[in-house]
């Protein structure tokens, strides 16, 4: 969200800058979608069930069950581009409460279902010389820096698939509609990142009584990595249109259980009661790595075997000045 992100700080080297990194990159277990893609030719599913439980207080009626999120990503052509499949699968009970006898109404369909292509378009990384690590000096890296301030964004194109005669979509709308969303993402130090997405889905679509269909998200996203296994999120989901509007938040983590599977946990609720949400989830991200760095040569890079040899050697005096001060501040290197 995004809490790959933080992983990968504490992971990675962090003067490696790509697309590509050692470990997953998982969007889950928040919403919101990271800046960075996957990384070229990464296959990588990202999928969960959950248990949700609402219940309004107006309407009189309550909903129990439960369902699946997913996601498939995959990294094509250049590193800063990728394709995504998501979608939400929803199974429940919805009962009515009556003055002499209730109603059930079991529903099953997809709460959404998207396709598209997301594309970094500025990562400040690339450019930003001053925020390359000093091989020498273990403090001036965990100085505050300016650039960091300033962050990497991608832009989303795609569409949104909605099944006739579904329950969780105003009625009358089907087929397909224009989706686009903007992400920002700000890599702090000491393995803090904060994700900020604007989306914008069924753009253009009414509902049988004429009335708009589209919906604006807005979701913020703060990730702090503690270790190199364990991440931790809390998230804010803003829904705006006329069907239905709702402000939802969400805390929990991820575990990484090795470079290429990531396991996390989240919960989800709001503060209202038109209807009250809650709703738990917990997820796994898989990763199917066939990514092969492209040969640098020393044309390509401006370095000789003398320079690679000396940047070798600096790079062990770094870590080494690192792990002499370990005990003096937590290390901030080690997961849309």
Known sequence: MKTYIALILCAVPFFCFAQYTDVINSNRPGVSKSAYAVGVNVIQLEAGPYYVKEKHETLDYDVSGGGVDFAARYGLLWEPLEIIVDGTFQNDTQ???GSDVDTEIDRSNMKYFSMGAKYLVYDPNKKAGEDKPNLYSWKANR??????????????????????FNPY????????????????????ANGWVFVMNLAKNRIGMEDSYGTSASDLQYIFTLTHGFNEKWVAFGEYQGIKNDFYADDLFRIGGAYLWDKNLQFDTAVTFNVKDTPTVFSVNFGAS????????????????????????????????YKFGEEENKDAAPTEYKMD
């Open 95 to 97: 009962t009515y409460y």
């Open 143 to 164: 100085k505050f820096k300016w650039s960091r301030l300033i962050p990497a964004v991608s832009i989303y194109v795609g569409a949104n698939y909605d099944t006739e």
């Open 169 to 188: 979509t105003p009625y009358g709308i089907e087929g397909f509609s224009p989706k686009v969303s903007i992400a920002t993402q700000h890599n702090f």
């Open 286 to 317: 898989y990763r199917i790595d066939l990514h092969k760095d492209k040969e640098v040569t020393a044309e390509d890079n401006g370095t000789s075997a003398k320079e690679e040899a000396k940047r070798k050697k600096n790079e062990e005096l």
